[in-house]
């Protein structure tokens, strides 16, 4: 069982940063890839980024690549995305999660969820 708590959310003006911490229970973290997505009201969640077990290999989706980082440290339990140069588009509830299969796109390949955070860009 993993538990993972959000935090880092908030309002920003657009062309700012957030960095979003997401902070997990147990012992087994290091087991588990992570991944970011968010969710707007009315749509389905999408996928944001993913990160190996290591931490060696991440992924982004298209409209994040060059702007958003994604790092873990196992020995903390915790993963962060540092988001930069944030758009309007980027306003969403961001939600981490942690999956035994491998840094996935989609959301049925992870095992547990953290309860979001919001991120609202202003424009």
């Known amino acids: 069982q993993v538990q993972l708590v959000e935090s880092g959310g908030g309002l920003v003006q657009a062309g700012g940063s957030l960095r979003l911490s997401c902070a997990a229970s147990g012992r087994t973290f290091s087991r588990y890839s992570m991944g970011w997505f968010r969710q707007t009201p009315g749509k389905e969640r999408e996928f944001v980024a993913a990160?190996?077990?290591?931490?060696?290999?991440?992924d982004y989706a298209d409209s994040v690549k060059g702007r958003f980082t994604f790092s873990r440290d196992n020995a903390k339990n915790t993963v962060s995305l540092q988001m930069n140069s944030l758009k309007a588009e980027d306003t969403a509830v961001y939600y981490c999660?942690?999956?035994?299969?491998?840094?996935?796109?989609?959301?049925?390949?992870?095992?547990?969820w953290g309860q979001g955070t919001q991120v609202t860009v202003s424009s």
């Open positions: 990160i190996t077990r290591s931490g060696s290999g991440t």
């Open positions: 999660a942690a999956g035994l299969r491998g840094p996935s796109t989609v959301t049925r390949d992870y095992d547990y």
